[in-house]
């Protein structure tokens, strides 16, 4: 995982990939109580426009048909279940217009996460 924001050390937003070299972006959008992530599949057209300031974080979400919410809290353990992103609750993703902001360094990491998935996908 390649985190892109925290908060009191709990990654907030972050970009991860599965076995299959599939990057996804990750926000976690509750931290008291219980825990709730929205997981959204990170197709590199979005990837680069949220790092080039062309579209907002939600927008990143929102682009998507689906994504994956993933509840975990002490009494229940982890849930979790695939929405239509029209279902998502608002609240749950930056207010829109929020852009992403990083670093010469990040956007650096970020690009070579994606050739890693492009190359994973011609070999």
Request: charged share 25%.
């Amino acid at each position: 995982a390649y985190i892109l924001y925290e908060f009191e050390n709990e990654p907030i937003l972050f970009i991860c990939s599965d076995n299959s070299k599939e990057l996804y972006l990750c926000i976690c959008s509750e931290v008291r109580g219980h825990m709730r992530w929205g997981v959204a599949r990170c197709q590199d057209k979005i990837l680069s426009d949220l790092v080039s300031q062309k579209i907002s974080i939600a927008t990143a979400f929102l682009l998507n048909d689906k994504v994956i919410v993933i509840e975990y809290n002490n009494e229940d353990g982890e849930t979790n279940k695939v929405i239509n992103s029209k279902e998502i609750n608002l609240l749950d993703l930056p207010e829109e217009g929020l852009m992403l902001r990083v670093s010469e360094e990040d956007k650096s990491v970020i690009a070579q996460l994606s050739l890693q998935r492009s190359n994973h996908e011609n070999s």
